[in-house]
């Protein structure tokens, strides 16, 4: 299964990137840029609850899906040791369904690009675009096109609370120009007392976006009143410097 993120990756993902690390200022722009919601709010790829739990605690009202029941398990988790109970389900973007409308949808941190293939993406901003009050609002970050261009062999290395040491081994192994599409290969190895006890392949696939593509997807799909962003600074215009690009839309 593409994109997957069985144990392993899912232990690695929780070590990497635990509940409210920041690599910039992304909890505090998003939480700046949610403050007026009094509605309820749905984080599609939920993860470990890593975004989930900080607007949690800045009062608003979040829910979220995520397709892996592992990284479902550790968001659970992790909520509850904080008294926090949303509702979270097992879902996939290409058919996710809520009877309920939402004030916001947020998808941070490049979530977006797990989807490969662009007609599916198309029918995912149409599905965000039906799920979504009048006015209420879509706010996705994308990785710059820069990002996928890097083909090199990346080894990664995590202790464990319990002793193990947590490896993974990332290979680009396909890129398609025309598809705008990377494919990975991510090992992930568990050692203990110098053996391997444990080991998954994930096939991990990426879409990049050119910025005025994007901008186009959006409007096809029903939205307006975009605004388009600089590492998490509302408003300034992306530059090639730039790490993250947001893009934050009203449904009309």
Same mark, same amino acid.
């Given at each position: 299964?593409?994109?997957?993120? @069985?144990?392993?990756?899912?232990?690695?993902?929780?070590?990497?990137?635990?509940?409210?690390?920041?690599?910039?200022?992304?909890?505090?722009? /998003?939480?700046?840029?949610?403050?007026?919601?009094? @509605?309820?709010?749905?984080?599609?790829?939920?993860?470990?609850?890593?975004?989930?739990?900080?607007?949690?605690?800045?009062?608003?009202?979040?829910?979220?899906?995520?397709?892996?029941?592992?990284?479902?398990?550790?968001?659970?988790?992790?909520?509850?040791?904080?008294?926090?109970?949303?509702?979270?389900?097992?879902?996939?973007?290409?058919?996710?369904?809520?009877?309920?409308?939402?004030?916001?949808?947020?998808?941070?941190?490049?979530?977006?690009?797990?989807?490969?293939?662009?007609?599916?993406?198309?029918?995912?901003?149409?599905?965000?675009?039906?799920?979504?009050?009048?006015?209420?609002?879509?706010?996705?970050?994308?990785?710059?096109?820069?990002?996928?261009?890097?083909?090199?062999?990346?080894?990664?290395?995590?202790?464990?609370?319990?002793?193990?040491?947590?490896?993974?081994?990332?290979?680009?192994?396909?890129?398609?120009?025309?598809?705008?599409?990377?494919?990975?290969?991510?090992? /992930?190895?568990?050692?203990?007392?110098?053996?391997?006890?444990?080991?998954?392949?994930?096939?991990?696939?990426?879409?990049?976006?050119?910025?005025?593509?994007?901008?186009?997807?959006?409007?096809?799909? @029903?939205?307006?009143?975009?605004?388009?962003?600089?590492?998490?600074?509302?408003?300034?215009?992306?530059?090639?410097?730039?790490?993250?690009?947001?893009?934050?839309?009203?449904?009309?």
């Amino acid at each position: 299964m593409n994109n997957r993120y @069985g144990s392993l990756a899912a232990l690695v993902y929780d070590l990497d990137k635990p509940v409210g690390r920041t690599f910039g200022r992304e909890i505090e722009f /998003y939480r700046s840029r949610l403050a007026d919601c009094r @509605g309820p709010v749905l984080e599609p790829g939920v993860g470990n609850g890593r975004f989930l739990i900080p607007l949690l605690q800045a009062g608003l009202q979040v829910e979220g899906f995520d397709a892996s029941e592992e990284m479902l398990e550790r968001c659970r988790a992790h909520c509850s040791e904080r008294g926090f109970s949303p509702r979270l389900e097992r879902m996939r973007f290409q058919d996710f369904a809520y009877a309920d409308r939402f004030e916001a949808i947020i998808v941070p941190f490049g979530s977006f690009q797990l989807i490969g293939d662009f007609d599916e993406a198309l029918a995912v901003l149409g599905r965000f675009h039906d799920h979504l009050m009048p006015g209420g609002r879509l706010i996705v970050d994308l990785d710059p096109i820069s990002d996928f261009f890097a083909n090199q062999v990346r080894v990664r290395s995590w202790p464990t609370e319990d002793g193990d040491l947590v490896t993974l081994q990332a290979q680009q192994v396909d890129i398609d120009h025309i598809a705008q599409r990377k494919v990975s290969h991510l090992r /992930y190895e568990r050692w203990r007392d110098t053996r391997l006890i444990e080991t998954q392949l994930e096939l991990f696939t990426l879409r990049w976006w050119g910025l005025n593509e994007f901008e186009l997807a959006l409007k096809a799909a @029903g939205f307006g009143d975009i605004v388009i962003s600089g590492s998490h600074e509302y408003g300034r215009a992306p530059t090639r410097e730039d790490w993250m690009i947001t893009f934050e839309a009203r449904r009309t």
